[in-house]
């Protein structure tokens, strides 16, 4: 009896040695080499899908750019904006009419033909010189108001004609408010002084970005989130409730990042030329259950 226990003993270590022990560690090696591609893989599919991604942005928001610079395209809507920011009247009451209808239907045409706009203003001091806006019959411009009091009025000015962007703030020289909007605001120069004639601004609303972001798809629940210079957020693509907002405003590292519906894997790339990011986040769990998968396969 106690040789054939003996028997059994050796037979059960020359097993573990020679099969049970290398077999886990072959499965290990091949678990591990497979998770390390699976994460270079799903760094590659991210950055070429937030190079399309940021390249769609970056060219949208440069379209935006060259929709501020439209006053010098048209030199009689250019020289109208400069002299009603001189405060140099006209003595033919037909010519300022035509000038005026002329602004107006440049402006409008674009707010008309952009679902994105919400609206334009030309202002000089604590003077609107012209606007547009979407429901122009139900909204007002607020008296008084001092826009060159505000940041953005100061930040363009000091810019010399070259556009800014603001991130989410709401247009409260408006009534009733508009939701938060996005801006482009640029001064309008004096060509041969530089000296500012007037500051345009362009207040956009984020419905191109579902566009955008509609054509890219993951592999795992995913939110794809754009931050401003503050970490302010610009866009989401799924609802976030106040504490995810709160979560997500704050500046993201590598490590997952927990909210309402699950754990997160945060990916930020900056968006070039402009003061913004782009966060990708994939659900963490159901990276880990793609590696799990392997492993549990192994087992049995």
Known sequence: MKNNKSFSIQLLKNFLISTLIPFMLVTTVIANTYSRNYNKDIHILLNATVDSMTGSIITYLDELQQITLLPYYNDEMYNYLKNLSLNHP?????????????????????????????????????????????????????????????PWYQDAIRANGR?????????????????PVISMVRSIMVLNTRQPLCVIKLDINTSIFDRIFNEFTFHVDSKIIIKDEKQQIIYTNVPLSPQDRSALSRDLNDNAISLEDGTYKPYTYPIQDYPWNITILLSNAQLQSRTNIFYLAALL
């Not at 709401?170 to 939701?179: E, L, Q, R």
């Open 90 to 150: 006209y003595e033919d009451v037909l010519e300022e009419l035509s000038l005026r209808r002329n602004l107006d239907s440049n402006m409008s045409f674009v707010r008309y033909n952009r679902a994105d706009t919400n609206g334009i203003f030309i202002f000089e001091g604590d003077r609107c010189l012209y606007y547009t806006t979407i429901n122009t019959d139900k909204k007002t411009l607020v008296q008084p108001y001092d826009y060159s009091a505000e």
């Open 163 to 179: 556009c800014i962007i603001l991130g989410p703030h709401i247009p409260d020289y408006i009534s009733p408010y508009d939701t």
